[in-house]
Antibody, heavy 120, light 110 residues
């Protein structure tokens, strides 16, 4: 069974870069679509972007200039970097894997989520 | 791209049926049969229950069903049970490799 686990700082200062890592067990990161999804407190989720086949990426158009997703296949991990953060980026951040045969459009497996607050 | 529109709340008594709507546009819900639904209990990650409009994730009770008409997708929960009380989110493919979510509906079992 695929399991995902997010890790990274819980507090980031405004204008700095948010960096999170997702460790995957029970599945190979070189296959499937691996996404980051965030959920501000009390609001609906927002898809940030995905990576597949280790090198192909696609990002939410509204965040494209600030988001980078990468993979470390040797550690079976993928990572998120979000630059120039503001308070609006405060959210629970989830790493996810797509459900089988859905090409990144359906989020079948989720990590437990990690809360990242942006504050000075 | 704007979020999909869901009613903020819905409710029903145990054993009853309740339907939650999710309204989009001709660019997302109306254009693709790629609507999914997620159930989220407090403090937990969302859980996929329905995908591709009507397909139930293995292991999800058949009390949960999905449908779509025009720009509106719907999730129906039949035979409500106490454990169905949760937040429900719809999600749709929106073209150009983009995916958007709804704002969520809190389902209360009375």
């Amino acid at each position: 069974q695929v399991q995902l686990h997010e890790s990274g700082p819980g507090l980031v200062k405004p204008s700095e870069t948010l960096s999170l890592t997702c460790t995957v067990s029970g599945g190979y990161i070189s296959t499937y679509y691996w996404s980051w999804v965030r959920q501000p407190p009390g609001k609906g989720p927002e898809w940030l972007g995905y990576i597949y086949s280790s090198v192909n990426t696609n990002y939410n158009p509204s965040l494209k200039s600030r988001v980078t997703i990468s993979v470390d296949t040797s550690k079976n991990q993928f990572s998120l970097k979000l630059t120039s953060v503001t308070a609006a980026d405060t959210a629970v951040y989830y790493c996810t894997r797509d459900a089988e045969h859905t090409h990144g459009r359906v989020f079948g497996y989720w990590g437990q989520g990690t809360l990242v607050a942006v504050s000075s | 791209q704007s979020a999909l529109t869901q009613p903020p709340s819905a409710s029903g008594s145990p054993g009853q049926s309740v339907t939650i709507s999710c309204t989009g546009t001709s660019s997302d819900v109306g254009a693709y049969n790629s609507v999914s639904w997620y159930q989220q209990h407090p403090g937990k990650a969302p859980k996929l229950i329905i995908y591709e409009v009507t397909r139930r994730r293995p292991g999800v009770p058949d009390r949960f069903s999905g449908s779509k008409s025009g720009y509106t997708a719907s999730l129906t929960v039949s035979g409500l049970q106490a454990e169905d009380e949760a937040d429900y989110y719809c999600c749709s493919y929106a073209g150009s490799n983009n995916v958007i979510f709804g704002g969520g509906t809190r389902l209360t079992v009375l």
